[in-house]
């Protein structure tokens, strides 16, 4: 079991929709994380929110949008998607602050994304 | 950029067997950490090291951190089928909140 919600698990969408991915976690912790990951490829880091705030993006195209509304909150807006970003997508947190540059990374389930 | 390589790629052993996955970064390490990912499943953190030539054990497992914090090692005496997976280091560079993670190493143990 994982302490970091993910929703929804499955979800297929064509290239002019748009949706959204949602991540919640209860654990405190201020920094969240989305990756991206392909099959049989390692987790790709997408985005990273440290106390609400964006502070990594890694050159992530502008059809993918995140938003941080609180703490626990983490969603990532879809938006004229292409095939090739059908992939599992990954929340994930964990604690943030100087003295918890270590902290480990707590993962949901994902949501395995298809675009049609 | 940092990249972080995993060998092998690909490992299938005989229930009891050892097993060992190497990871190799370009750059110098704050600290590494090791997850394990099963078939259809979510990253799961196993344990992180943070120390120049720092050793851990859990249970089977024995974790390593190279000297130099560029290489590490996870080693598994006796595999079980219950250790099936893709195993994956991720490293962090000083001052960065970033985690990149290795190429994975897969696991399949036959029993």
């Known amino acids: 079991d994982t302490e970091v919600t993910q929703t929804p698990k499955h979800l297929v969408m064509g290239m002019t929709n748009k949706k959204s991915l949602k991540c919640e976690q209860h654990?405190?912790?201020?920094?969240m994380y989305w990756y991206k990951q392909k099959a049989k490829k390692p987790p790709e880091l997408m985005f990273v929110?440290?106390?609400?705030?964006?502070?990594i993006n890694e050159s992530v195209p502008s059809r993918f949008s995140p938003e941080c509304p609180n703490s626990s909150l983490l969603n990532l807006h879809l938006h004229a998607l292409q095939p090739e970003d059908s992939a599992l997508y990954l929340c994930?947190?964990?604690?943030?602050?100087?003295?918890?540059?270590?902290?480990?990374?707590?993962f949901g389930n994902g949501t395995r994304l298809t675009v049609t | 950029g940092q990249q972080v390589m995993q060998i092998p790629q690909y490992q299938h052993v005989q229930e009891g067997e050892d097993f060992t996955t190497y990871c190799n970064s370009s750059?110098?390490?704050?600290?590494i950490q090791w997850y394990k990912q099963r078939p259809g499943g979510h990253p799961v953190f196993l344990i992180q090291?943070?120390?120049?030539?720092e050793v851990k054990k859990q249970k089977r497992l024995t974790f390593q951190f190279g000297e130099a914090k560029k290489n590490s090692s996870l080693h598994i005496t006796a595999t079980q089928t219950t250790d099936v997976g893709t195993y994956f280091c991720?490293?962090?560079?000083?001052?960065?909140?970033?985690?990149?993670f290795g190429t994975g190493t897969r696991l399949k143990v036959l029993a």
């Open positions: 991720a490293g962090r560079g000083s001052g960065t909140y970033k985690y990149i």
């Open positions: 929110y440290s106390y609400e705030k964006l502070s």
């Open positions: 654990m405190g912790h201020r920094a």
């Open positions: 994930a947190s964990s604690q943030e602050g100087s003295l918890f540059l270590n902290s480990p990374l707590h």
């Open positions: 750059t110098t390490l704050s600290n």
């Open positions: 090291l943070v120390k120049s030539g």
